[in-house]
């Protein structure tokens, strides 16, 4: 077992209304979205669970009933699973900073409940910490980027260098996957109430360096019905560890 996930605390972002899949999904929140006979979030949490995290602050807020209900009616043996509630929406950096007050961790492992995309995660946190830089970022290569911002980085030193916003013709590159390694000095100095990560912490972390550790493993966001419908059709191909767990 890998002592590094063994202690390490694993946010996921679990407030999202999810209005784009309110037309197929409707009643719980996003991460709750039903794939085939369980909630997307579980899923997730499998995902990490093989590789060995067992610590994890869920960020609810939309419906948050709804999933703290379902988790502590279903507890994971030897998984411990918190809850960080928001009482008023605090976007995606108040809710990483509300969480990481819920359980302490010299590092956090930061996933978005709606999306996933396979990869090594101690040969993330690895690379990070092998590198000059304070914090990680997983990119994921896309022959279309149009959907979602993309991240240019320096192909030697895998240091973060830009990122650009949604581009109908953006062509090939590397999209944010929604996954980061943050230290804790970090997530401290952020500001209090609610605030987009993507636009007031993503620069921080370039500044003080940001490490794109590359993906080319199969990524999805369920955070559109098609992309939700092909989740629910190939439950297996894009999360094989619920084969195995």
Do not use: W
């Not at 605390?9 to 209304?17: A, Q, R, T």
């Not at 784009?20 to 409707?26: A, D, E, I």
């Not at 007050?101 to 978005?112: A, F």
């Amino acid at each position: 077992m890998n002592e590094k996930l063994d202690s390490l605390v694993c946010v996921i972002l679990s407030g999202g209304k999810g209005t784009r899949l309110q037309s197929v999904v409707q009643d719980v929140p996003k991460p709750m979205a039903d794939i085939s006979g369980e909630p997307f979030l579980s899923l997730l949490l499998t995902r990490m669970i093989a590789q060995g995290v067992k610590k994890f602050v869920l960020s609810v807020g939309y419906k948050r009933d709804v999933i703290i209900n379902y988790y502590r009616e279903n507890p994971i043996a030897g998984v411990d699973i918190q809850f960080a509630e928001e009482v008023e929406p605090l976007g995606t950096g108040g809710g990483i900073k509300n969480a990481a007050s819920v359980l302490d961790s010299s590092n956090y492992l930061v996933l978005n409940g709606d999306s996933t995309c396979a990869a090594d995660i101690s040969d993330f946190i690895e690379s990070v910490e092998q590198s000059d830089q304070a914090a990680g970022v997983l990119v994921n290569h896309q022959d279309d980027c149009a959907r979602y911002g993309q991240i240019v980085f320096d192909p030697v030193t895998h240091r973060s260098l830009e990122m650009r916003e949604k581009n109908p013709n953006a062509g090939a590159g590397y999209i944010n996957a929604g996954v980061y390694l943050l230290p804790r000095d970090f997530i401290a100095s952020l500001p209090n109430g609610a605030f987009s990560f993507e636009e007031v912490g993503f620069p921080l972390l370039m500044e003080n360096g940001l490490y794109a550790y590359a993906n080319t493993n199969k990524f999805i966001d369920i955070g559109v019905p098609e992309d939700y419908y092909a989740v629910c059709a190939n439950k297996s191909y894009y999360f094989p560890e619920v084969e195995g767990v």
